[in-house]
């Protein structure tokens, strides 16, 4: 089995089975704007912001492709002077939006999935994708055109795992049912690298983001086809969350990828 192949079929592990998905109260789907708040001071040591400013010049564009509220993209205002956002979320978008309007840096926000939608997005000096890699079947082809669409470098955060797995013991109380342990991102550079793709990549670790409680524990329900009445179950089998999170980054520049 290629690395291709194999991510395809752990993440297709991940589906949720039908009579699960049927009683859902609600759309399992999606994530709340909350979750994924800029970071009004990005840290100086997010080694992904590090990566991308070294490609970044004074005043570069940059593209940042399900953007959510903008966090990838604001950590690298300044130096840049053009910022887009694109996601299937309108309402991630205008909180992106009033993000860049707040930092008075030009912008552009477009609705649409990756890849399909790249025919209408611009080359921009730096293209940033974190935390979406895990919603990606087909990674190589999301890949090839996120590189198409960078000047000088690509930017990719994901965690070490898959990030569901931290919800595997919620599966199995609520629902007897044992969740995968995979993809990984170390399969995803397997991947990236069949696909031709010359990635360089680091580990680094990030304590979680300032997200409410309330927050997480409403978006875990969801994520769990459960009615509100569980929530108080739920942030009982959460746990403490505030240890730090292992990240991996990967970067490639297009002139070596092609």
């Given at each position: 089995?290629?690395?291709?192949?194999?991510?395809?079929?752990?993440?297709?592990?991940?589906?949720?089975?039908?009579?699960?998905?049927?009683?859902?109260?609600?759309?399992?789907?999606?994530?709340?704007?909350?979750?994924?708040?800029?970071?009004?001071?990005?840290?100086?040591?997010?080694?992904?912001?590090?990566?991308?400013?070294?490609?970044?010049?004074?005043?570069?564009?940059?593209?940042?492709?399900?953007?959510?509220?903008?966090?990838?993209?604001?950590?690298?205002?300044?130096?840049?002077?053009?910022?887009?956002?694109?996601?299937?979320?309108?309402?991630?978008?205008?909180?992106?939006?009033?993000?860049?309007?707040?930092?008075?840096?030009?912008?552009?926000?477009?609705?649409g999935s990756w890849p399909e939608i790249a025919?209408?997005?611009?080359?921009?000096?730096?293209?940033?994708?974190?935390?979406?890699?895990?919603?990606?079947?087909?990674?190589?082809?999301?890949?090839?055109?996120?590189?198409?669409?960078?000047?000088?470098?690509?930017?990719?955060?994901?965690?070490?795992?898959?990030?569901?797995?931290?919800t595997r013991p919620l599966w199995r109380h609520?629902?007897?049912?044992?969740?995968?342990?995979?993809?990984?991102?170390?399969?995803?550079?397997?991947?990236?690298?069949?696909?031709?793709?010359?990635?360089?990549?680091?580990?680094?670790?990030?304590?979680?983001?300032?997200?409410?409680?309330?927050?997480?524990?409403?978006?875990?329900?969801?994520?769990?086809?459960?009615?509100?009445?569980?929530?108080?179950?739920?942030?009982?089998?959460?746990?403490?969350?505030n240890e730090p999170r292992e990240l991996v980054?990967?970067?490639?520049?297009?002139?070596?990828?092609?």
């Open positions: 089995m290629s690395a291709a192949e194999q991510w395809r079929s752990e993440l297709a592990a991940w589906a949720i089975p039908p009579h699960i998905l049927e009683a859902a109260p609600e759309s399992p789907w999606g994530f709340p704007v909350a979750a994924f708040p800029p970071d009004p001071s990005p840290a100086l040591d997010s080694v992904s912001r590090e990566r991308a400013l070294e490609a970044l010049p004074e005043g570069g564009t940059v593209l940042d492709i399900g953007c959510g509220g903008g966090a990838a993209t604001f950590a690298l205002v300044p130096p840049a002077g053009s910022v887009t956002g694109l996601d299937a979320s309108a309402e991630m978008l205008q909180a992106y939006a009033d993000e860049a309007e707040r930092r008075g840096v030009a912008h552009r926000e477009i609705v025919a209408a997005v611009d080359v921009h000096d730096v293209v940033v994708c974190h935390h979406v890699f895990y919603n990606t079947p087909d990674l190589a082809d999301f890949a090839h055109a996120l590189t198409a669409k960078a000047r000088h470098r690509v930017v990719v955060e994901l965690t070490s795992a898959h990030p569901l797995t931290a609520f629902h007897g049912l044992d969740r995968p342990d995979g993809p990984t991102a170390a399969l995803a550079i397997d991947v990236l690298t069949e696909a031709g793709i010359p990635v360089s990549h680091q580990r680094w670790r990030r304590p979680p983001r300032d997200v409410p409680r309330e927050v997480l524990v409403g978006m875990n329900r969801r994520r769990l086809c459960l009615p509100l009445d569980a929530e108080p179950e739920v942030d009982r089998l959460m746990g403490d969350r980054t990967i970067w490639w520049d297009p002139v070596l990828a092609h």
